[in-house]
């Protein structure tokens, strides 16, 4: 098992709504991390994964939206997110 630890509880209840992992918040009232869910290896591997994913859609869309206009955004094609569960990224260009 595994501990994950915040100080607000909103954080969590973020984190968990992204994912399909399901745990109770437990509120620590005088610790330094107040709020925390314990998860499987797995369900933490699963949370890690889900946070990957997202920031490397936002990377891809800051970048996109930061592109040369000599590249004109038809000529290419960016798909970001899962595809049928495998979270894969592709790129293509004319």
Known sequence: MMQIRARTRADLEELLGASEVE??????????Y????IVTRNDM???VAGMAE???TRILK????????KLT?????????PSRGSGRMMRRAR
Do not use: K, M
Not at 23 to 32: F, G, K, Q, S
Not at 34 to 37: E, K
Not at 62 to 69: G, I
């Open 23 to 32: 745990a109770h918040i437990l509120d620590i009232p005088r610790a330094d």
């Open 34 to 37: 107040r709020y925390r869910i």
């Open 45 to 47: 591997v699963r949370l």
């Open 54 to 56: 997202e920031s490397a």
């Open 62 to 69: 800051e970048r996109w939206q930061q592109a040369p206009r």
């Open 73 to 81: 955004r038809n000529r290419t094609f960016i798909e970001c997110g």
